[in-house]
C-alpha cells in the first residue's frame, strides 16, 4: 500500500509563493507518475500538474503553465508543487497522488491510484 504525506498549505496574498511537498512510503518511487489535483468548494477535482517517474517529461494544466513548477527528487521519495504569482482562484485543497506505476505521464484523475491527504491552500486578493 502506498501512503502518501503532503505538506501543510498555508494563506498567501496574491502575487504570492508557496511551496507544497509530498512524501512517498513506496520502495520504488521512481515508477510512479505524480500528479497534483485541485479541488474547490462544491467542484470536481482538476488536474494541475504531472511528472514522470523519472521526472523528464511534466504536465501543466493551462490555467497554472507558467507559474507553476513541479519536480521530484526519487532518492527522497518526495515530489514538490512550487507555486509562484499565485491568484485568488487558485484557492483550493491541493492533492498529490500516485498512479499505479502503469503510466508515463497521466493527467486524468482516473488514472491515479493513492492519494495524499489534502492541504488547504488560500490566496487572498
Known amino acids: 500500500q502506498v501512503q502518501l504525506v503532503e505538506s501543510e498549505g498555508g494563506l498567501v496574498q496574491a502575487g504570492g509563493s508557496l511551496r507544497l511537498s509530498c512524501a512517498a512510503s513506496?520502495?520504488?518511487?521512481?515508477?510512479?507518475?505524480m500528479g497534483w489535483f485541485r479541488r474547490a468548494p462544491g467542484k470536481d477535482p482538476d488536474v494541475v500538474a504531472a511528472i514522470s517517474g523519472s521526472g523528464g517529461s511534466t504536465y501543466y494544466a493551462d490555467s497554472v503553465k507558467g507559474r507553476f513548477t513541479t519536480s521530484r527528487d526519487n532518492a527522497k521519495n518526495t515530489v514538490y508543487l512550487q507555486m509562484n504569482s499565485l491568484k485568488p482562484e487558485d484557492t483550493a485543497v491541493y492533492y498529490c497522488?500516485?498512479?499505479?506505476?502503469?503510466?508515463?505521464?497521466?493527467?486524468?484523475?482516473?488514472?491515479?491510484?493513492?492519494w495524499g491527504q489534502g492541504t488547504q491552500v488560500t490566496v487572498s486578493s
Open positions: 497522488a500516485a498512479d499505479g506505476g502503469i503510466y508515463d505521464l497521466p493527467y486524468n484523475v482516473r488514472e491515479y491510484a493513492y
Open positions: 513506496v520502495h520504488t518511487f521512481s515508477r510512479y507518475a
